[in-house]
């Protein structure tokens, strides 16, 4: 069992800053590829920021600039710092993981979600 709980979601004025994180635990072998997932209200969940296992990264064209996305391998967690937020950056963010669990199975992993809120 692998389990994905993000945190540091919540309420951001237009211009603010938010750091979302994501930490995994569970049967963990090693933890391949992570990323950052969104979906705002009536639209379809879109990637907003992928890193690999060596650290290689890509954002959405809508990001860049502004988010980083970055993990910390030693306590298997990705994280989202977000600059310079704006209304359409509101949205459920997803945290995302390819895992291979200590029975060296391939999971796709998904956490629960986090809101964020981007209002004046």
């Known amino acids: 069992q692998v389990q994905l709980v993000e945190s540091g979601g919540g309420l951001v004025q237009p211009g603010g800053s938010l750091r979302l994180s994501c930490a995994a635990s569970?049967?963990?072998?090693?933890?391949?590829?992570m990323g950052w997932y969104r979906q705002a209200p009536g639209k379809q969940r879109e990637l907003v920021a992928h890193?690999?296992?060596?650290?290689?990264?890509k954002y959405a064209d809508s990001v860049k600039g502004r988010f980083t996305i970055a993990r910390d391998n030693a306590k298997n967690t990705v994280y989202l710092q977000m600059n310079s937020l704006k209304p359409e950056d509101m949205a459920v963010y997803y945290c995302?993981?390819?895992?291979?669990?200590?029975?060296?199975?391939?999971?796709?992993?998904w956490g629960q979600g986090t809101l964020v809120f981007v209002s004046s």
């Open positions: 569970g049967s963990i072998f090693s933890i391949n590829a």
């Open positions: 890193i690999t296992g060596s650290g290689s990264t």
């Open positions: 995302n993981a390819d895992v291979v669990a200590t029975t060296l199975r391939s999971l796709e992993v």
